[in-house]
């Protein structure tokens, strides 16, 4: 069995103080029995009048891809995030592969506060947008009453799009700073990384940035660039019967924006200035998509 991940280095509280509170003020809920465990953390959950708002991070990722939004989007609503099997504080996904991380997730869906009898908003970032869509598109299949359904479908950066991508530079191997615990060249390593492939503006690696990427990335114990790359969202988002909007940063290095939109065929908005992490380093612009796209729901 795939052993579980390690617990965040002495320093991260300083370092990312946001997350570390917002962990703190989580309601937490474990589903699953242990072995295959996914483990959620929900902020305003007194809130009932809604359907709940669920987040998906990306891979190599955690909950705290979204730990710029949460707050925003809990004045109104409850908003859980899941770290998805193989991820964070979940446990491994050793056998089944993608469609036993599927399987948790929709089982872990229905046992959500509210879920099954109001369903859900579903927002998916990265490799979360294409399990999103996949979601979304079993939802809509399903026969059983028990199975939670997805209303606005909303898609950060998403893979699966089938389009090119357009990197900035190679990203480094970590490995072997991290096993040699030498935190200095792990994070000169981390911070090369997030300014190739996650952020577009070299300003916005702050300290919570690189300490939330470093932590993730040791966690992470399932693979996921295979999927992202092999296409297939369009087919799953032509499944989904309720609305679906995306959004990219200009400088995605994932996806040129205006072919990836039209390769997908849904409503799409591009923030200038910002990169594939685009909810991070654009937090308030997309706050203010996810708000508009859910309205009135």
């Not at 509280?13 to 703190?24: C, F, I, K, Q, Y």
């Not at 079993?138 to 089938?162: N, Y």
């Not at 092999?230 to 087919?235: D, R, T």
Request: charged share 20%; glycine share 10%.
């Amino acid at each position: 069995m795939t052993p579980d991940p390690s617990p965040p280095p002495t320093d991260f509280v300083p370092l990312a103080p946001r997350a570390s509170r917002l962990d703190a003020l989580a309601q937490q809920l474990d589903t699953g029995p242990s072995g295959s465990r996914v483990r959620w953390r929900g902020w305003g959950t007194h809130h009932t009048g809604r359907a709940p708002l669920v987040l998906l991070h990306g891979g190599h990722g955690n909950w705290m891809h979204w730990v710029r939004n949460i707050e925003a989007l809990a004045q109104d609503r409850a908003v859980w995030v899941p770290d998805m099997p193989g991820y964070g504080d979940s446990d491994a996904v050793d056998e089944g592969g993608f469609d036993t991380l599927l399987d948790r997730l929709m089982a872990g869906i229905a046992q959500l506060p509210g879920a099954r009898g109001r369903g859900i908003d579903l927002a998916g970032f990265s490799f979360g947008g294409l399990v999103a869509a996949h979601l979304a598109a079993r939802a809509a299949a399903a026969l059983d009453e028990t199975v939670a359904r997805v209303h606005h479908l909303l898609l950060l950066g998403p893979a699966g799009h089938g389009g090119a991508r357009r990197p900035r530079g190679p990203l480094h191997d970590w490995h072997a700073a991290a096993q040699a615990q030498d935190h200095a060249a792990l994070a000169a390593i981390m911070r090369h990384n997030l300014l190739m492939h996650m952020l577009h503006d070299e300003a916005t690696i702050d300290d919570e940035a690189l300490a939330v990427h470093t932590w993730a990335c040791q966690a992470t114990r399932f693979r996921s660039k295979r999927l992202s790359r092999a296409g297939g969202l369009q087919s799953l988002l032509a499944a989904h019967a309720g609305p679906v909007a995306a959004v990219w940063g200009a400088h995605d290095v994932t996806a040129d924006p205006a072919e990836a939109a039209a390769l997908v065929g849904c409503p799409a908005q591009v923030i200038p200035g910002a990169g594939h992490w685009v909810q991070y380093e654009a937090a308030a612009q997309v706050d203010a998509w996810l708000r508009d796209a859910l309205a009135g729901d």
